[in-house]
Every structure is written in structure tokens, then in C-alpha cells.
């Protein structure tokens, strides 16, 4: 029994994780640089299911913020646990208070999730395509593929992730799980296809497997190389 119950409480989590990811779609239109604020997201999913999002006893007339709080940020996270929250996860980013955007790696979820607009995959995969384009472009990687003990100096690999001095800790942690999360998202598609490459409809290589494991390998890299420095900015790496 305690199984059985066990597998529902899974399955309910995963259906409202799925149902936040859509509601995000619906607020972007499936386009990376649009934002929204969580009450927009709110309503959305509130829209796709009122008795899921709805406050307990008014669940056709208002929806509950807590609900959607919980999947943004606090998902998981009790007794020390890492949060397994959309914006932890590397599906949303939170912009500023109260205010989102998909990542690229929440819009592939996003478009998987059954329900989703057709034309939000192309989206998804154009819009990651870019994402590990400029991860693969890089100057600093390039730099290391031709020499192995490069970079040297943490503000390189600063530059790589997109920040500098003075950022926050938890937008360092962003940035960096960013790259994680784009790399392993577009591994993952490689794997479920069963290919080495996804190309765009004119031909060309939008990335192959070969170059996104070795910017998985420079990732690892840097993060164990500046592992003290990233210690010393109370940055905590999953």
C-alpha cells in the first residue's frame, strides 16, 4: 500500500512539474527571451486545471500562489535536501522577483510534455541549438581544445559562465548549472533519436555528440580546477 501510494504522490508531482512547464509555453509562446511573472504563470496553469491549482474549497474561482511556488522553488527542498524546483532544475530562470523566462533546456522539456503546440519542438530545438553554439564558440573553450592547461585564471573561466566580480552566488550557481543543463539536454536528445548529430532542416549540424561531450569534459574541468575559488564565492555546485 504504502508503495502504491508512493507512486501516485510521484505521478501527481510529475503531472503538475508537466503542467507548469506548458503553462510556461502558453506565456512565451515557446520564444526564449519572453518573460513572465509568476502570476501570469498562475492563471495559466490555473486555465489548464482548476482543481490541481485552485485554492482548497474555492478551486473554481481562485487559484492558490503556494502551489506554484512550490514547483518553482521549494520542490525537494527540506532537511538540507537540494531544491528540485523548476528554477534549480534549470527549466526557468528567474529573471527578478516574481519575474520568469524558459531556458532553453525548459523549453525541450517543455515541448516533450504531451499537449504542447507542435511547432514548440522546432522552437526548443533552435532555441538550443543557439544556447550550445555559443557554448561550443566559445574563445575559452576553443582555447582549451588546443591547449589542455588553459585557462589558468579563474575570471577566464569567469567569462565562460557569464559572470564577474561582484555576482551574486546564486546567479554564479545559475549560470553555471546553465551550461550543465543546455549540454545535458542536448546529449539527451541525441540518445533518444539514436543519432550522433541533429541537423537543421537545410542540412547543416546544429551540434553532434562528439562536441557537446567534450564541452561536458571542459565543464567538469573548470568546476574542479576552480573549485576553491568557486568555494570561496559560497557558490554550491549539485
Known amino acids: ?38 502570476e501570469d504563470l498562475l492563471v495559466a ?9 485552485g485554492l482548497r474549497g474555492y478551486e473554481r474561482e481562485h487559484p492558490d500562489v503556494d502551489k506554484l511556488r512550490k514547483e518553482i522553488d521549494s520542490r525537494g527542498a527540506k ?3 537540494p531544491s528540485t524546483g523548476l528554477v534549480s532544475s534549470g527549466l ?10 524558459l531556458t532553453p533546456a ?24 543557439d544556447a550550445v553554439s555559443a557554448i561550443l564558440a566559445h574563445s575559452v573553450f576553443r582555447g582549451w581544445l588546443k591547449d589542455a592547461s ?20 546564486k546567479v554564479i550557481q545559475t549560470r553555471i548549472s546553465d551550461v550543465d543543463n543546455n549540454l545535458k539536454t542536448a546529449l539527451g536528445i541525441l540518445d533518444t533519436e539514436g543519432v550522433d548529430e541533429v541537423s537543421a532542416r537545410h542540412g547543416k549540424a546544429l551540434f553532434d555528440r562528439v562536441d557537446i561531450e567534450r564541452a561536458m569534459k571542459f565543464q567538469t574541468v573548470l568546476k574542479d580546477r576552480f573549485a ?6 559560497q557558490v554550491k555546485l549539485s
Do not use: N
Open 45 to 53: 496553469a490555473w486555465k489548464r486545471d482548476r482543481l490541481a491549482w
Open 106 to 129: 525548459g523549453l525541450a522539456a517543455a515541448s516533450e510534455v504531451g499537449g504542447a503546440e507542435p511547432e514548440a519542438r522546432g522552437k526548443a530545438a533552435r532555441g538550443l541549438a
Open 150 to 169: 588553459s585557462p589558468k585564471h579563474f575570471r577566464d573561466a569567469g567569462h565562460f559562465w557569464g559572470i564577474a566580480p561582484g555576482t551574486p552566488a
Open 1 to 38: 500500500m504504502r508503495s502504491a501510494e508512493h507512486k501516485m504522490e510521484t505521478s501527481r508531482r510529475a503531472s503538475l512539474r508537466e503542467q507548469v512547464l506548458l503553462a510556461a509555453l502558453d506565456c512565451s509562446a515557446g520564444e526564449l527571451e519572453k518573460t513572465f511573472t509568476s
Open 92 to 101: 526557468l530562470l528567474r529573471v527578478q522577483k516574481r519575474m520568469y523566462r
Open 228 to 233: 576553491k575559488d568557486l568555494a570561496m564565492l
Open 79 to 81: 532537511e538540507g535536501a
